[in-house]
């Protein structure tokens, strides 16, 4: 059982929701992770897309740049670890999104031009700890819930520490309420 970890927390050690994934990752039997703020990927640009585009023309799936999205779709969980910013999450993560979403590899189309996942993980957890609390403005876990959905994954689930950036607030009180969470997990 592989657990894909990616790392999106920014802040490296300094990162509270770093602490919430390490809480979440100690059980698992392999952890391959990817760390995004010491990856510096870049952005698909257009010679980029029409790189990628030649290779997947010419089935050349060995190509480096399909490693990311190899490495995903052969996960068996995948983890992400995300701080809330600006409604969603770090920038870094939808990058390293551009790279993974490569059809025929994460998805692909059938006969009749529907869009089927083909990734193997039976599960995406989705950990985050924010300033203030999420309410209704979830954004980066919804877009992960239509990643999940696009690429066959059939369960989503999510956990935050909230209101860490409250002023007065107890910030240790907020992270056990999330540590309860996650050692609820399966
Ligand atoms: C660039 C940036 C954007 C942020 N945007 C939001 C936001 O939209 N809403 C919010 O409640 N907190 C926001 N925050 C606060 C973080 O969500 C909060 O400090 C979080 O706990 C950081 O996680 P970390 O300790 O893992 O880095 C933002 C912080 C940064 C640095």
């Known amino acids: 059982m592989t657990t894909l970890f990616v790392n999106a927390c920014m802040r ?6 770093l ?25 698909f640009d257009a010679q980029m897309v029409a790189y990628r585009t ?7 799936w060995d190509d480096p740049i399909f490693d990311l999205s190899h490495q ?14 600006d409604l969603s999450f770090p920038a870094a993560l939808k990058v390293y999104m551009e790279h993974v979403s490569v059809c025929d590899i994460a998805f692909h189309y059938t006969e009749d ?14 950990i985050a700890s924010c300033g203030g609390f999420v309410e209704g403005a979830n954004f980066g ?9 696009m690429f066959g994954i059939p369960e989503t689930r999510f956990v935050a520490a909230e209101g860490l950036d409250i002023v007065g607030i107890d910030v240790e009180a907020q992270m056990d309420k999330a540590r309860a969470q996650i050692a609820a997990l399966d």
């Open 113 to 126: 031009a529907r869009c089927e996942g083909i990734c193997k993980a039976d599960r995406l957890t989705y």
């Open 141 to 149: 876990y919804e877009y992960f819930c239509g990643i999940a959905k």
């Open 72 to 85: 995903f779709a052969e996960a068996d969980e995948v983890v992400i670890g995300a701080p809330y910013w």
């Open 19 to 43: 602490a919430l994934c390490r809480e979440y990752l100690q059980d698992k039997e392999e952890v391959v992770e990817v760390d995004l703020a010491t990856l510096g990927l870049k952005p």
């Open 54 to 60: 030649e290779k997947q023309k010419a089935k050349a």
């Open 12 to 17: 490296g050690e300094d990162s509270r929701t």
